[in-house]
């Protein structure tokens, strides 16, 4: 099935080929970025989003739940503080000295002594004891950043003090004007309930505790602060943006705490009907539908309970995406009639002309053969134009000359094959003569023979290796110096001193002999004898070798000659010796 699916693509013309494509580019981006716009791409935005908003809210709320506790567990802990037992104790302590006093006055019938010194004491006794209460109110609400007032009222209701963080006289008296310490009583109602919030009608929270006396563990007084609400829910409001529709926040009692975005009252009540979930602390609800999502949130704590709701428009959220979506599609149409123009100026530069090749070659292959085509383009299809008259012409050219270039091809094969066999046949015959001298007793001859073979088998190479050892060379070189030893006689000395550790290693074959034929015939052969040596060592990871002669030397323009031969690369003569052997080195 593949096979044939493969067999009839390659049938399909190069032009229906490039008209599919074309069709294929222009539309599938369209139908793609349609649909991937208008259903799975929104489908991951609002995913990701909202799981976004989940975490964020998440992390909100066991924020703001941690910061309540807090300031629950510092305000709890006020009741033992011993400046609030101080100054109860003073001011009930005065209460009852004005009481005393007032009894043994009205005693001796003098009234007006005792108006006197009643008023006189409570004058003081004011003066000092709003000192203390207002220097420690003072204190707490300037030190805790989240209390903006803070305010303590006697048993008695008749004497309160209230300090605001910025010392403003509109912020205590609008304390005084709501009656909070009344409210924070009514909260505070029952025996056991010693600890309550309150939420006025402008949204504001106040927290109030009740104090008692240590000894008499009386209710003494009540001790209330208003609490910053950007501490509570301060981030719930920074979440509201462009994507989110609302917040809405409201305690156990109904009553609003924060309300911020364009809300339609269907969804206030919506919102309301979430107070009927028993929802668990620290854990969000999701409700979901095509058009918006709301994330559902208790924060409560001992004596404080809320509900948030946050409202997450999928119509706003996506606006922009569907926008752009709706604007690339339209581009997309507005760019076609550019984009197929393009196609067909495309076309007819690169695909037609594949076509008038696709013809030259059919001619060509017909044997039509020369046949060449005319073009001035210089880019890649000037190439291949150029390239295909210059085969058309090789081919024509080959195969006038194939019948010649055969019969060349035969001659040349005969000649390797001569060329092989002659010195195959000159070594063989020199065994054949070896022979003969041993049989004859004449063990001079037949060791020059033996010595000439061993030179003949290196150059024949049999074994086609191109590297020899060492120890290959300097066997070979002893067989070349034991001719030159017969033909010179001593007047030839050849020393040489060999690492053991450099046998193993490999050089160029033949290598060694063309240097000591040069020491020869250039340094000892023109004063009539001398000393040849040889030095071969390893040194790491080189092969030192050195070959000395005590001749007659070279002249420094000679030695500055060879030197230019040797380090030019372009240098192709046909001389042996030192140039030969150093540029097969190289």
Known sequence: ????????????????????????????????????????????????????????????????????????????????????????????????????????????????????????????????????????????????????????????????????????????????????????????????????YYVDEESNIYIGERIFDRNTFEAVGILVFKIKKDYIIGKYGNIVNDSTEGIYIIDNKGKEILSKGNLPEDKWIKMREFLNIKADEGKLYLTENKKQAVLYAQISSLNLIMYSGVFISKDILLENIRQLSSNIILICICVLPIFLLFAARLYKEIIYPIYILSGKMKQIEDGDMGV???????????????????????????????????????????????????????????????????????????????????IMEVNIDRRKIPFLTIEEEIRYLDNYMLLIHKRFGEKIIFTKDVDSQAYTCKIPRIMLQPLIENAISHGIEPIGCGTIHLDVKKEEDKLMIMIKDDGQGMEEEVLADLRAQMSDTQQTTGKVGVINVQKRIK
Not at 11 to 26: Q, S
Not at 390 to 414: C, F, G, P, T
Not at 432 to 439: D, E, P, Y
């Open 1 to 196: 099935m593949r096979s044939s699916l493969r067999e009839f693509y390659y049938k399909i013309p190069i032009k229906v080929k490039w008209t599919i494509f074309i069709c294929i580019l222009v539309l599938y981006p369209i139908i793609f970025i349609g649909y991937i716009g208008y259903t799975q791409y929104e489908e991951v935005i609002t995913k990701h989003f909202v799981e976004s908003m989940q975490k964020e809210i998440l992390l909100i709320l066991e924020d703001t739940q941690d910061n309540i506790q807090k300031l629950e567990e510092f305000v709890s802990e006020l009741k033992y503080d011993e400046a609030i037992h101080n100054f109860n104790q003073r001011y009930y302590a005065a209460i009852e000295e004005k009481q005393k006093a007032g009894y043994s006055l009205a005693a001796k019938k003098d009234q007006a002594l005792e108006d006197k010194m009643v008023i006189n004491y409570n004058v003081v006794g004011d003066y000092e004891l709003g000192t203390l209460v207002t220097g420690y109110l003072t204190s707490i609400v300037l030190s805790k950043p989240e209390i903006d007032v803070g305010g303590y009222e006697f048993r008695d209701h008749n004497t309160q003090y209230i300090v605001s963080k910025r010392k403003s006289y509109a912020e205590e008296q609008d304390f005084r004007n709501k009656h909070i310490f009344s409210k924070m009583r009514e909260e505070l109602v029952g025996p056991h309930k010693v600890f309550a």
């Open 372 to 454: 060449v085509m005319s073009s001035d383009r210089r880019d890649e299809l000037g190439y291949l134009f150029g390239t295909f008259n210059n085969m058309s012409k090789r081919i024509q050219y080959l195969v006038n000359i194939v019948y010649k270039e055969e019969i060349a091809l035969k001659n040349a094969e005969i000649k390797m094959l001569q060329d092989q066999i002659n010195p195959h046949f000159l070594y063989n015959t020199l065994e054949m003569i070896n022979w003969k001298a041993r049989l004859s007793g004449d063990h001079e001859i037949s060791e020059m023979i033996e010595a000439l073979s061993g």
